[in-house]
């Protein structure tokens, strides 16, 4: 069987040199392994996605040099799909709808004595609506805007049997989810979550390639494949690249996309060379630092 990846980049902004190492390690992974390399436009949230940067950052990708198999395929244009699969799960009984708003988790949270480290959690739901009358539900989502949330522990019961998702060298990592999350939302609909597993089985994605930091994630899509019968891929997630200070790539570090190094004059074959020498994985350039990124990039690696 050939093997199938796919680069899956949000349009949110102009793609920067951190996108640009992800897209090259998919890129280089399809060439090792023969595989098709597969676009798409994860552009679901409409609140923060724009037609112009997804244009872009085509177009930038083109010019590193990546090539994709001739159909992309736009999240915008699927949203069918992810309904289905949201009324598939309503019957099951395995989503309800949450009235909380961001405040009000918040409160919840630091209310609950047991939770001592409710700033660092990341808001985790504390399950406010989990357990809400089918009566006092429908009353509400006439006129309420609401979310759709997982109950992961009742998800998790009715798979039957433990779940782990697998990465490329075979071994098997435990699906860990801390609590119910969100899949479907009033205004924005569907969650990244949720079509992102839908289209990567659609698009019959035998790898998925992607940065450390969706790591977490993972054990929600494998999740979601168990309760929607969809085939389970295997997961390679890369190493990230940072700046000089260690942390994760940030705006803050400087100008860093794409087209403002194509502005000045740095050639695509030279970052390349860069991004895939650069070891550990660091972006040492600050916010107008353009002679010392000419200086090094200019290089023949
Ligand atoms: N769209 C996601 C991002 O830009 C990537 C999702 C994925 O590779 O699964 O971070």
């Not at 676009?39 to 177009?59: F, G, V, W």
């Not at 699906?175 to 205004?187: A, E, L, M």
């Amino acid at each position: 069987m050939r093997y199938r990846t796919r680069f899956a980049p949000s349009p949110t902004g102009l793609l920067h040199v951190g996108n640009a190492y992800s897209a090259l390690s998919c890129a280089q992974w399809a060439k090792q392994h023969q595989a098709e390399l597969l676009l798409r436009i994860e552009d679901i949230d409409h609140t923060r996605c724009k037609a112009e940067y997804a244009d872009n950052i085509i177009e930038d990708l083109y010019w590193l040099g990546l090539r994709w198999q001739a159909h992309i395929r736009y999240q915008s244009q699927c949203s069918e799909l992810y309904q289905q699969a949201i009324s598939k799960l309503r019957d099951m009984q395995l989503i309800y709808p949450c009235f909380c708003t961001r405040k009000e988790i918040r409160q919840e949270v630091e209310r609950i004595a047991s939770a001592p480290h409710a700033e660092e959690t990341q808001l985790e739901y504390p399950g406010t609506c989990k357990n809400r009358s089918l009566v006092e539900q429908t009353e509400r989502m006439q006129h309420e805007g609401f979310a759709w949330r997982l109950n992961v522990n009742k998800a998790l019961a009715s798979v039957g049997q433990p779940l782990s998702w697998q990465d490329e060298s075979g071994r098997k990592h435990a699906v860990k989810i801390s609590h119910d999350i969100v899949i479907g939302r009033k205004d924005i609909t569907f969650s990244y979550h949720l079509a992102v597993v839908i289209d990567d089985a659609s698009q019959g994605i035998t790898h998925v390639i992607r940065g450390d930091d969706l790591k977490d994630s993972t054990g929600i899509h494998r999740l979601l494949q168990a309760l929607l019968a969809l085939p389970e891929p295997v997961y390679i997630h890369h190493a990230l690249l940072c700046g000089s200070d260690g942390d994760r790539l940030a705006k803050r570090h400087g100008s860093t996309t794409l087209q403002g190094l194509r502005q000045m004059g740095v050639e695509a074959q030279n970052l390349r060379d860069y991004l895939s020498h650069s070891e550990p994985l660091v972006w040492p350039f600050g916010v107008d630092d353009e002679q010392n990124i000419l200086d090094v990039l200019g290089k023949t690696y």
